[in-house]
């Protein structure tokens, strides 16, 4: 008798799984032809997944749908990643290749919080950014990059809610020129700092979406304005835009 390959096995019931999240609440046949199996496999691996309460059956309409087990573990899965354990090692390796100082911030209504930070290997002046210490988003590189990836209607409404005012006298304060930026910033994959928000610093950043795919976090790296020369902003922005991809992958995105 032939034995069953396992490996194929798994593929068609994490398959069927995938299928009915994407899709929802379906029949026998219905899911047979959508995973171009036939009806007694396709059988075989509900009434599986339903004694594991994965699915269930919905006695009326006969449709099967995946069980809120899922949620549980999904749950689970994201109580044991938290952000700043994930993003940790990848935001060190960037403050040593750059040798300047990276953050780490959450969105926090109309502002970002610092929840992480690794200082400069340089010898430079102290920034005053410290962990648990909020920024305006309006005005600052990591919270114009998570404005970036909003709707138009969502940051209007942050920016009706924020307290506009000139931080420094680079601070954009008119609505339309903020717009503008936040059109580069889309066009770019990264936005910038110039002394916005504190005098004789820059930064460059780059949002992170949440594990519920919303955009929630950002990392930058900030140094004097003096450290921040064309040539090495290009080099940051290569360096901080493929930190981004690696924490999004790890994170599933």
């Known amino acids: 008798m032939e034995e069953k390959n396992p490996i194929q096995v798994s593929e068609r019931i994490f398959k069927t799984i995938e299928y009915l999240a994407q899709?929802?609440?379906m029949g026998?046949?219905?899911?047979?032809?959508g995973l171009d199996l036939n009806k007694t496999t396709v059988h075989r691996i509900l009434n599986s997944l339903i004694c594991m309460d994965y699915v269930k059956q919905d006695p009326e309409t006969l449709k099967y749908r995946?069980?809120?087990?899922f949620c549980g573990i999904s749950n689970q899965i994201l109580s044991q990643?938290?952000?700043?354990?994930?993003?940790?090692?990848?935001?060190?390796a960037l403050a040593e290749k750059t040798g300047e100082t990276v953050h780490l911030v959450e969105i926090d209504g109309c502002n970002a919080v610092y929840i992480d930070k690794v200082e400069a290997s340089q010898s430079s002046v102290r920034l005053v950014s410290m962990v648990g210490k909020t920024i305006p988003l309006y005005c600052s590189g990591v919270g114009k990059a998570i404005l970036a990836d909003m709707s138009d209607e969502?940051?209007?409404?942050?920016?009706e809610r924020s307290d506009i005012q000139k931080m420094?006298?680079?601070t954009i304060t008119d609505y339309e020129k903020f717009c503008d930026v936040i059109a580069k910033i889309r066009r770019d994959g990264y936005s910038l700092d110039n002394e916005e928000n504190e005098l004789?610093?820059?930064?460059i950043a780059v949002s992170l979406k949440g594990f519920q795919g919303k955009p929630t976090y950002a990392i930058s790296i900030s140094a004097p304005k003096d450290r921040m020369d064309e040539e090495?902003?290009?080099?940051?922005q290569e360096m901080i835009l493929a930190t981004k991809q690696a924490i999004q992958k790890e994170m599933g995105q």
């Open 23 to 25: 899709y929802g609440p």
């Open 81 to 92: 990643n938290n952000i700043i354990d994930l993003a940790r090692p990848y935001i060190k």
């Open 66 to 69: 995946l069980s809120f087990k």
């Open 28 to 33: 026998l046949l219905e899911l047979s032809k």
């Open 168 to 170: 420094t006298e680079y």
């Open 232 to 236: 090495r902003m290009k080099t940051f």
């Open 154 to 159: 969502k940051i209007r409404s942050i920016w």
């Open 200 to 203: 004789g610093v820059k930064c």
